[in-house]
T-cell receptor, first 114, second 116 residues
Framework: NAGVTQTPKFQVLKTGQSMTLQCAQD?????MYWYRQDPGMGLRLIYY???????DKGEVPNGYNVSRLNKREFSLRLESAAPSQTSVYFC?????????????FGQGTRLTVV | AQKITQTQPGMFVQEKEAVTLDCTYD???????LFWYKQPSSGEMIFLIY??????QNATEGRYSLNFQKARKSANLVISASQLGDSAMYFC?????????????FGPGTSLSVIP
């Protein structure tokens, strides 16, 4: 039972490089989310998608783009990485419109930008 | 706009004692869900407990209970009989599902340390 799978688990980028973080869920959830976690800041919402074909900005969207490729996959792209984007990134999914269902999380991607 | 506040950056508790972790939230919507997650040092996010805005009773799950005070917009987590394995970060989260969006936001977290 895979749940939410994120790749890669670790990544080091040079300033200015681009990369895409991949996320896939096998629970047939409609809603998917990308968060970043920094010390003392908790999890901050970058982008979310309430259904296939829709995406919306969260609290900290600058410097990121997303694609909801299909119902299963939601990718996060850094076009030109900056040291301020060094963080742990979490993808999550949940069943939309069901108030009492929790979000399920991937294992996280630890990204370092040098 | 949604907002979650956790005013205790760090807490200490003696093993076997109870501890309360504070969470206040701000929303103008009558329909919302509140969640608590645990994040141990290994990094995974573990769901603990849920409280719905229309629930009449406080939620309980084993040693976890939620002290829900709707008028004060607070949803404090109570852990009874603390164990060493409870040492972790704890996050309060809120969800406002709508037909056009479904956002889940988190507070900054509280670091709990259980002392033997």
């Amino acid at each position: 039972n895979a749940g939410v799978t994120q790749t890669p688990k670790f990544q080091v980028l040079k300033t200015g490089q681009s990369m895409t973080l991949q996320c896939a869920q096998d629970m047939n959830h409609n809603s998917m989310y990308w968060y970043r976690q920094d010390p003392g800041m908790g999890l901050r919402l970058i982008y979310y998608s309430a259904s296939e074909g829709t995406t919306d900005k969260g609290e900290v969207p600058n410097g990121y783009n997303v694609s909801r490729l299909n119902k299963r996959e939601f990718s996060l792209r850094l076009e030109s990485a900056a040291p301020s984007q060094t963080s742990v990134y979490f993808c999550a999914s949940s069943e939309r419109l069901q108030l009492n269902t929790e979000a399920f999380f991937g294992q996280g991607t630890r990204l370092t930008v040098v | 706009a949604q907002k979650i506040t956790q005013t205790q950056p760090g807490m200490f508790v003696q093993e076997k004692e109870a501890v309360t972790l504070d969470c206040t939230y701000d929303t103008s919507d009558p329909s919302y869900g509140l969640f608590w997650y645990k994040q141990p040092s290994s990094g995974e996010m573990i769901f603990l407990i849920y409280q719905g805005s229309y629930d009449q009773q406080n939620a309980t799950e084993g040693r976890y209970s939620l002290n829900f005070q709707k008028a004060r917009k607070s949803a404090n987590l109570v852990i009874s009989a603390s164990q060493l394995g409870d040492s972790a970060m704890y996050f309060c989260a809120m969800r406002e599902p709508k037909t056009s969006y479904d956002k889940v936001i988190f507070g900054p977290g509280t670091s709990l340390s259980v002392i033997p």
